[in-house]
Nanobody
Framework: VQLQASGGGLVQAGGSLRLSCAAS????????MGWYRQAPGKQRELVAL???????NYADSVKGRFTISRDNAKNTVYLQMNVLKPEDTAVYYC?????????WGKGTLVTVSS
């Protein structure tokens, strides 16, 4: 499965962006789909995760502001990001997990200006 993230860009603090992750195969079969991010000089961290039964998990720093969703018919996962903060600036990566294997797409850069 190949994953392609898009939707990043430059936004002012308080603004919103929606990231999309298009998969070349079925995401319905994935155990988990998620979004991670890596800020300059920092390790990659989990942002949001959704299981194949729809349960979700969020990093504390984004709870209440970010929402992960999926459209299995379109094989696409979304990350709606609201009330963006400068500390949300990072490269965002889409991830799929299936039976011990991780699939990563190329990241999309999100820059939040203050």
């Amino acid at each position: 499965v190949q994953l392609q993230a898009s939707g990043g860009g430059l936004v002012q603090a308080g603004g919103s962006l929606r990231l999309s992750c298009a998969a070349s195969g079925s995401i319905g079969s994935m155990n988990y789909m998620g979004w991670y991010r890596q800020a300059p000089g920092k390790q990659r961290e989990l942002v949001a995760l959704m299981s194949n039964i729809g349960s979700t998990n969020y990093a504390d720093s984004v709870k209440g502001r970010f929402t992960i969703s999926r459209d299995n018919a379109k094989n696409t996962v979304y990350l709606q990001m609201n009330v963006l903060k400068p500390e949300d600036t990072a490269v965002y990566y889409c991830n799929g997990y299936y039976r011990g294997s991780n699939y990563w797409g190329k990241g999309t850069l999100v820059t939040v200006s203050s």
